[in-house]
């Protein structure tokens, strides 16, 4: 038998970063989806049921911030147990705090991590 395949969601607006880490992560074997605005990330986490997310904090019609919030905040239960993990060139102290304090359990800078050390870090929340 083999092992179920886990879900990835991406949200990220840039198209050849969320191509680069869409394309990675399919190619290591996990099941895709991406989003490329932030008022799709909810909807997409009740319709794909991801086993962690992958977040942007810069992106059109809905800030990461609110984003977390909504989830934190309004979702429902369905959503507030998926890992979240930031990806986002915002690296100043009080973002990331911020952003943990709305329940991410991970945070990365994107111009210093590539898609196989991403993949490799969250692991740990996958299995």
């Known amino acids: 038998m083999s092992e179920v395949k ?4 991406i949200c990220e607006d840039d198209p050849v970063v969320n191509d680069l880490y869409t394309s990675h992560f399919i ?3 996990y099941n895709v989806q991406s989003v490329a ?3 799709k990330v909810v909807p997409a986490m009740c319709e794909h049921k991801p086993d962690i997310v992958i977040l942007d904090m810069i992106m059109p019609l809905k800030m990461g911030y609110e ?3 909504e989830i934190k905040f309004g979702s429902g239960d369905a959503c507030k147990d998926v890992p979240i993990v930031l990806l986002s060139n915002l690296s100043q102290p009080e973002v ?3 952003a943990k304090g709305l329940g991410v359990v991970d945070y990365f ?3 210093s991590i590539t898609p196989r050390e991403l993949e490799e870090k969250i692991q ?3 299995y």
């Open 6 to 9: 886990k879900t990835i969601l």
């Open 27 to 29: 190619s290591a074997g």
């Open 37 to 39: 605005t932030g008022d």
């Open 67 to 69: 984003v977390l919030e």
């Open 96 to 98: 990331v705090d911020k």
């Open 109 to 111: 800078v994107k111009a």
């Open 124 to 126: 740990q929340y996958l």
